[in-house]
Each structure stands twice: as C-alpha cells, then as structure tokens.
C-alpha cells in the first residue's frame, strides 16, 4: 500500500519510509516514536513476561534516531541516546494499522452468514462441526474444528455425551473454562423447578435472543444439553444474528446506524440480585473495520425506556421493531429437536437463540463460557489475532 503522505508521514524527522514493495511502490510510514516505544531489546522488553520494562513518561515524543539501516529483513536504529534497537522487517509491516485492517477484513470475510435453507443444504454433509465427545477427548484437531466452527458459523455441535451435567461439563471442560455467573458454574433446570426470575425456566415460547444482555460483558459462548424430554413441542431455534444486522443494514443503513447507537438498558432481578447494563443493541467494531461484534437483543430483558429523548422514542420502536421482524423471518429461523446426548454451543455475542413451547418434563444442562476465554483459546490456535 501507499501512505498517504497529505497526512504529515513524509516528515523525516518524525517518520521512518520502509518500501514493502519498491517495485510496485508500495511503501508505509512508521513513527520513529512508535518504534522506540516498540523496542524489544533486553532493558526495554521482558521475554519472561511478554511485557514491556520501560515507562511511558521515558518515551521522548520527538525522539529521532541518529543512525538508522533498513535492509530486506531488518531495521537497525541506534537512537541520539545511543541506545540500539533492531527489529525484524516482518514484524513491523505486520503490525501496521493498514495491514492488520486488512486481515481483519480477510477473516471477516471468511465468515458464513447463514439462514435456514444454507443449513439444509448442507444437511447430509456439514461443514460446521459435529462431532463426537470422545474424539474431541482424544484428538486436538477436533478441538480446533469445534473453535472453527463457533468463529466461522457460530455454533458447533458434540454428540453421544452422556445426559447428564458432568458429562457435559467434561465436554466443554476439554476446551474452555467454563464461567461463573449468578446461575452458578454448570446448571440445570427444568419447568417444573423456577431457581431463577428468567422466562427460560418456563415451557412458554422463547422468540430468538441473546443473553446477559444486563451484564457489562455478556458470555461469549452458551452450552446447552437437553438431558432428558418427555414431551412434545420444545424445538430449538438459531438465528444468525450477523446475517439479521447485514439484512437490516442493506434495507435501511440509517435505521442500523441508530441501532448502533442508541443506548438500551436490560436487567435482571432477584431477590438479591439486580444487574442492569447500557448498551446499544448493535455494536461495531468502530476503530479499524465497522464490521458487526455483537448483537444485544433480547426484549425479555429490557428495563424501562428512560435514556432517549421523548422526540427519539417513537424511532427507536421502529428501528427495533425492524430487527426484530428480521430475526423472526421464518426463512432464517433454524429450528431443530435438541436431544439427549447432543451438546450445542453457540456464540452468544452473533447467534440468537429461542425454543418452541412444549408440553410435558424438559431438562436442560449448560454453562456460559466468557468471551475473553473463547477469544484466547482460538487465538493460541492462531486462528484469529
């Protein structure tokens, strides 16, 4: 790529050129101060720790090197202090903004936004994972196809685990930490035993949401295992909620963009418990892509309407009525029977989830899994930054 040098980055007091490819011209700008500052020598860096040694009110801000080589692999710099710094040409290319956009983009790109008839079609042989517990017991590969398919679809599914709660904590145990929350570790419930004030401990039906919208970092992943049914009805349905956002944005950018803005309340409420959190219902990746992050939707959880402008209520009800319709479009609904010895999880933060009314005993084991847990485990597989 080409810097922009209208932007100031030709000044050669304050910016280091380094061509990525001289002989299409392509070259970027790097900050002599962002390079001290990413000095990796033994004072400035500790490779114990992965942690940086030095203090910012050390940084000269309009530090400039006195000597400075760029070879094919390499930038030396030996800085007006004398201190020497070297870096290796990759790294630094990697790591600025235009490229690492890029590759943000580049996954976003590989991601599947699905609805109901791309996951029929793909029925007899699917490319999300279903897989069996004791291969994921015995095999890591089948631990990365589990991580890729939550990143790439959203969901995954383990199958033949036995149905009960410690099997199903063995199965998610194998690749995440599971998350503690006000329902506890692992849970169960049914119908006929109310623990908490939540409309899922009923057999009524649950149009597509998310959870934990009244926490200030929503699970990033859901675990749900039906250990026992004696009854009809009780189908589970996903939505994809990436999909419902794109929809929404091609048929009406400006009712997406106030989604991303307004600021919504949901809460919780117990006995001795109440949770509230402010955030919009849509919200972005606002420094490098734009590209959706998480959807926060959940009617059932909503408190009372008191952080817009009587002027901007009537909109709000709109635009999110308009979300709404997308989510319950028939046509991107995926409803299926979730069975005894069959796990799903699924990413909370992209896929909406709900369940048709039942009737007779229905028994439910899960867990939540934190977003930065997930995050951490498919970033040690390399598969996202």
């Not at 990796?40 to 114990?48: D, M, R």
């Not at 709404?324 to 989830?353: C, M, S």
Request: hydrophobic letters at 35%.
């Amino acid at each position: 790529m080409q810097s922009n040098k209208q932007d100031g980055t030709a000044d050669p007091t304050r910016f280091l050129t380094v061509w990525t490819d001289p002989k299409e011209g392509e070259s970027i700008s790097v900050s002599y101060v962002w390079l001290r500052d990413h000095c990796q020598c033994e004072e400035c860096y500790n490779v114990a720790t992965f942690q940086r040694s030095t203090s910012i009110l050390d940084l000269p801000l309009d530090i400039q090197p006195a000597l400075c080589n760029v070879t094919d692999s390499k930038i030396e710099i030996v800085w007006q202090d004398g201190h020497l710094s070297s870096y290796q040409l990759r790294q630094v290319v990697d790591n600025h903004v235009d490229n690492y956009r890029k590759r943000l983009e580049e996954r976003r790109a590989q991601l599947v936004l699905w609805d109901r008839a791309l996951i029929a079609a793909a029925e007899h042989s699917p490319s999300y994972a279903r897989v069996t517990l004791n291969d994921l017991l015995c095999e890591d590969s089948v631990m990365r196809q589990v991580v890729g398919s939550l990143i790439t679809y959203g969901f995954a599914f383990i199958t033949k685990v036995p149905p009960n709660q410690q099997s199903t904590e063995m199965a998610v145990k194998r690749i995440f930490p599971v998350q503690r929350t006000l329902f506890g570790d692992m849970w169960t419930f049914s119908e006929s035993k109310m623990d908490h004030s939540d409309t899922a401990y009923t057999n009524g039906f649950l149009g597509p949401h998310t959870d934990n919208t009244y926490f200030s970092d929503a699970a990033g992943l859901q675990v749900l295992h039906c250990i026992q049914f004696n009854g009809r009805g009780g189908e589970t349905l996903l939505v994809d909620g990436y999909a419902a956002a794109e929809r929404l944005r091609e048929s009406d950018p400006a009712a997406y963009d106030r989604l991303c803005e307004y600021p919504l309340e949901a809460e919780y409420i117990e006995e001795d418990k109440h949770h509230r959190y402010m955030a919009p219902v849509i919200k972005r990746h606002r420094v490098l892509t734009g590209a959706v992050e998480q959807i926060r939707f959940n009617p059932y959880d909503r408190a009372p309407m008191r952080t817009l402008a009587a002027a901007e209520v009537p909109q709000f009800y709109a635009d999110y009525r308009k979300l709404a319709e997308e989510l319950y479009r028939e046509e991107v609904q995926w409803k299926f029977q979730l069975t005894p010895g069959t796990v799903l999880i699924f990413d909370n933060w992209r896929v909406l989830h709900g369940r048709m009314a039942y009737s007779g005993k229905r028994v439910m084991t899960g867990c939540y899994v934190a977003r930065t847990e997930y995050q951490s485990v498919a970033r040690t597989m390399g598969l996202i930054e």
